[in-house]
């Protein structure tokens, strides 16, 4: 993808141009992405998604976010799930979603899952948000509650999309990328190392995946968006 240059720390309306810049060049990259891994996956549905990255600060949780707002926009029942766990922000990018609980609430059983899952502004478009950030994230994605979840969901929506850490940081994303369809690198321009993404394209073979494609991440080209799928 060549865009603007999409970042985790910026605020307010600029995060998701998707819904605040509808008409923008910027939004018609994500619908191009989004028409991409659906043309990618005609003979295999790309039902759950996970976003990743080689390496932090590279715009993963922005370009999850605007993208479940595309999915959205075609009234589709979607769920952005943040599994970020160590550093959530969807809370962030849709300020509406935030809650004490969320995913933690849920798995501690003190809200159900109809509590921890919270509706947008955008239509069709929920968040499950992480709630109170775990003590050991690792032991809360590998536990039976978290697996029952997922299925459950995964039969109520008809797109998830999920936030995760970067690859090369903590195994958290492995573990999600055994679970879902398909999986989509982001890789940003002249930060994240060629021998950084290589590794992470590795472990997420080793998890068993299926790599839709990369997205690049790029401040120094032309707005018009590019998809680049690996098959």
């Known amino acids: 993808m060549r865009s603007k240059q999409f970042r985790d720390k910026s605020t307010g309306k600029d995060k998701l141009v998707t819904k605040y810049e509808s008409q923008s060049a910027y ?6 992405i989004r028409a991409n891994i659906d043309f990618a996956g005609i003979d295999q549905e790309y039902k759950a998604m996970m976003i990743t990255s080689p390496d932090p600060d590279s715009g993963k949780s922005l370009i999850s976010s605007n993208l479940a707002v595309t999915y959205a926009a ?10 970020d766990l160590r550093k959530p922000t969807a809370h ?37 948000p992480v709630g109170i950030t775990p003590a050991d994230p690792a032991a809360l994605l590998n536990s039976v509650k978290m697996q029952k979840l997922y299925q459950e969901l995964y039969a109520e929506y008809d797109r998830i999309i999920i936030d995760t850490p970067p690859v090369m940081a903590v195994a958290d994303a492995q573990t999600i990328a055994s ?20 590794k992470a394209l590795q472990k997420l073979e080793v998890a068993g995946t299926k790599v839709i494609g990369t997205i690049f991440n790029n401040t120094n080209m032309k707005m018009k968006a590019y998809y680049y799928g690996n098959n």
Do not use: H, M
């Not at 939004?27 to 191009?32: G, H, I, K, N, T």
């Not at 502004?121 to 929920?126: A, M, T």
């Open 179 to 198: 679970w879902v369809d398909g999986t989509i690198l982001i890789v940003r321009n002249n930060y994240t190392k060629q021998e950084n993404a290589k």
């Open 92 to 128: 962030k990018i849709f300020p509406e979603c935030y809650s004490s609980y969320g995913l933690t609430g849920f798995l501690q059983g003190v809200v159900g899952v109809e509590e921890a899952i919270v509706p947008s502004d955008v239509p069709n478009l929920s968040v499950l």
């Open 27 to 32: 939004a018609e990259s994500f619908r191009y």
């Open 74 to 83: 075609l009234n589709k029942k979607t769920l952005l799930i943040d599994l």
